[in-house]
């Protein structure tokens, strides 16, 4: 079974909603660590989208910041809101844990185990 599944992808119009949900079954010898969301597009480089930290602390790039939302339940699975959607959002969303660090250190690529992904394509 792989760890990390993501779900909630898919196609919306210019200014919708979706929900990625992320279903974890990872384990680490660590007992905290980072999750977050990234996407990538063909050609460019893996960015960081939201990530929580082991304290909790919520970090975000400059492009979601106040469109979207991360969260994490009880069993750590977690989530992501994104609303007010854009044409530049259009990636592959990509699940994420296992890394150490701390608030925006969560948002760097380097460390994490990853999901399969969850294509996003928002157009006009």
């Known amino acids: 079974q792989a760890q990390l599944v993501e779900s909630g992808g898919g196609s919306v119009q210019v200014g919708g909603s979706l929900r990625l949900s992320c279903a974890s079954s990872?384990?680490?010898?660590?007992?905290?660590?980072?999750m977050g969301w990234f996407r990538q597009v063909s050609g460019k480089e893996r960015e960081g989208v939201a990530a929580?930290?082991?304290?909790?602390?919520i970090a975000y790039s400059e492009s979601a910041k106040g469109r979207f939302t991360i969260s994490k339940d009880n069993s750590k699975n977690i989530y992501l809101q994104m609303n007010t959607l854009k044409a530049e959002d259009t990636a592959m969303y990509y699940c994420?844990?296992?890394?150490?660090?701390?608030?925006?250190?969560?948002?760097?690529?380097?460390?994490?185990?990853w999901g399969q992904g969850t294509q996003v394509t928002v157009s006009s």
């Open positions: 929580i930290d082991p304290d909790g602390e």
């Open positions: 994420a844990a296992g890394r150490i660090g701390w608030g925006a250190e969560c948002l760097r690529s380097s460390g994490y185990t």
């Open positions: 990872y384990r680490s010898r660590v007992r905290e660590y980072c």
